[in-house]
């Protein structure tokens, strides 16, 4: 009986995934890019600042917009622990498409955001930044009509 126990427990760890096992490339993808915008935002904003602003001796001395850039930094470090939580811990398919379909507006409002205020960056920043979340915004719709019922963790 205890033998019984021990393999049925040992089958069950063996089948179940990892926290990370669960996430597509297209979900870890996302996390680097969170994680780029975070740390950036967070803890180098001048440089950000400077990388990005067509005119960033305007803002990088400007405490409302460093200010903004910390408070920024915080919501990535939400939606990018918040993002992880839903898609790791006993998602079902329906509710993954549901992540998947909320990525893809998220990353495609901040596109659209950049792109209607390109004129403040420098252009092959604003290129880059726009190209880059429009196109994590299209995979998370690629991703989402390719999910499955029932397998959660394939596409």
């Not at 915008?37 to 990005?52: D, H, I, M, S, T």
């Not at 460093?66 to 790791?88: H, K, Q």
């Not at 909320?102 to 901040?110: E, N, Q």
Request: hydrophobic share 50%; glycine share 8%; aromatic share 14%.
């Amino acid at each position: 009986m205890a033998d019984m126990e021990k393999g049925a427990a040992a089958g069950a760890s063996a089948t179940k995934p990892g926290v990370f096992a669960t996430l597509t490339y297209w979900d870890m993808f996302e996390k680097v890019g969170q994680i780029l915008y975070l740390v950036q935002l967070g803890f180098v904003p001048k440089y950000w600042l400077r990388e990005n602003l067509a005119e960033p001796e305007k803002y990088t001395g400007d405490a409302v917009v460093l200010c903004l850039c910390s408070v920024v930094a915080a919501l990535c470090f939400g939606l990018t622990g918040y993002s992880l939580i839903a898609r790791t811990f006993g998602p079902s398919a329906s509710q993954l498409k549901k992540v998947d379909l909320m990525a893809a507006l998220t990353w495609g409002v901040c596109g659209c955001a950049n792109l209607w205020h390109r004129d403040v960056f420098k252009f092959q920043n604003a290129v880059t930044n726009i190209a880059f979340q429009f196109f994590i915004a299209a995979g998370f719709l690629v991703q989402l009509a390719l999910r499955k019922e029932g397998k959660m963790f394939d596409m």
